[in-house]
Nanobody, 126 residues
Framework: QVQLVESGGGLVQAGGSLRLSCAAS????????MAWFRQAPGKEREFVAA????????YYADSVKGRFTISRDNAKNTMYLQMNSLKAADTAVYYC???????????????????WGQGTQVTVSS
């Protein structure tokens, strides 16, 4: 059974930074695409960023490109999301997720991820 545990959320002023972490259990962490999604109150969950198993390829939503950086440390079974220049619109619960092993479908769609963390709240005050 895979477990994903997020941490690092909190309250920050607009323009500030936060670093989220996602710790994964299991020995095959490096073999999977991992991603961050977020869900704001009253809105659907949306893609934020994803990273390939080796870390060589990264993908970002247009809304965070240039401000957020996704990375991973396979030796530590941990993924990160460095968030800079935060805006009030970034306020949401952030979830990490592991993509299905089949690899079919879009990396940007949450329907192609089978394991999820419990989420960590990020609140940006304006």
């Amino acid at each position: 059974q895979v477990q994903l545990v997020e941490s690092g959320g909190g309250l920050v002023q607009a323009g500030g930074s936060l670093r989220l972490s996602c710790a994964a259990s299991g020995r095959t962490f490096s073999g999977y695409v991992m991603a961050w999604f977020r869900q704001a109150p009253g809105k659907e969950r949306e893609f934020v960023a994803a990273i390939s198993g080796t870390g060589g390829n990264t993908y970002y939503a247009d809304s965070v490109k240039g401000r957020f950086t996704i990375s991973r440390d396979n030796a530590k079974n941990t993924m990160y999301l460095q968030m800079n220049s935060l805006k009030a619109a970034d306020t949401a619960v952030y979830y990490c997720a592991r993509r299905m092993a089949t690899g079919y479908g879009s990396t940007y769609s949450d329907t192609n991820y089978d394991y999820w963390g419990q989420g960590t709240q990020v609140t940006v005050s304006s």
